[in-house]
T-cell receptor
Framework: NAGVTQTPKFRILKIGQSMTLQCAQD?????MYWYRQDPGMGLKLIYY???????DKGEVPNGYNVSRSTTEDFPLRLELAAPSQTSVYFC???????????????FGPGTRLTVL | AQTVTQSQPEMSVQEAETVTLSCTYD???????LFWYKQPPSRQMILVIR??????QNATENRFSVNFQKAAKSFSLKISDSQLGDAAMYFC????????FGTGTRLQVFP
């Protein structure tokens, strides 16, 4: 299993540009998450999904959009990039709590995004 | 709303010694999970140890153990026999349906 994969690893954007951060998991997890980590800080939840076709906002959703058309993929879209979105972005996945698991989240390697 | 507080931005320990990282949280829930994650310079988030709130027994994973005080809402991590490879950022996290992270503690390990 590849686990959780993210592309790209690094990206530099100009203000106002758009891009999509890709995330995929091959563990058949129904929960998926997007976090951002600003320098010297912990992770903050942007959006999450409890299954294909279902998404919900986290703590810091402004400026982002997500979709979940399949169990495996959970892309994060930045429509109008701003310097405040310079951060490291992590995707994660887990089993549902309803399945009796610990809801341990498995993280991807992260994408470092710089907006200039 | 649930919050997680790590009051130690940085800690240091001598190799082979023991260090304890502090974490407190605030919640009105009675059933939840708590985690410690390690983030080395590679940025990869690695689960170190987990604790279920309904279990009174403190979790242990090899050199890592926790002191879970539910009434005090405290969840500290003890690292015994510290190794150079333990140097990293450590994040405490609270979980029901979503993970809420603390701001982290940077652990330095000196030879």
């Amino acid at each position: 299993n590849a686990g959780v994969t993210q592309t790209p690893k690094f990206r530099i954007l100009k203000i106002g540009q758009s891009m999509t951060l890709q995330c995929a998991q091959d563990m058949n997890h129904n929960y998926m998450y997007w976090y951002r980590q600003d320098p010297g800080m912990g992770l903050k939840l942007i959006y999450y999904s409890v299954g294909a076709g279902i998404t919900d906002k986290g703590e810091v959703p402004n400026g982002y959009n997500v979709s979940r058309s399949t169990t495996e993929d959970f892309p994060l879209r930045l429509e109008l990039a701003a310097p405040s979105q310079t951060s490291v972005y992590f995707c994660a996945s887990s089993y549902s709590i309803l399945a009796g698991g610990y809801n341990e989240q498995f993280f991807g390697p992260g994408t470092r995004l710089t907006v200039l | 709303a649930q919050t997680v507080t790590q009051s130690q931005p940085e800690m240091s320990v001598q190799e082979a010694e023991t260090v304890t990282l502090s974490c407190t949280y605030d919640t009105s829930e009675s059933d939840y999970y708590l985690f410690w994650y390690k983030q080395p310079p590679s940025r990869q988030m690695i689960l170190v140890i987990r604790q279920e709130a309904y279990k009174q027994q403190n979790a242990t994973e090899n050199r890592f153990s926790v002191n879970f005080q539910k009434a005090a809402k405290s969840f500290s991590l003890k690292i015994s026999d510290s190794q150079l490879g333990d140097a990293a950022m450590y994040f405490c996290a609270y979980n029901t349906d979503k993970l809420i992270f603390g701001t982290g503690t940077r652990l330095q390990v000196f030879p």
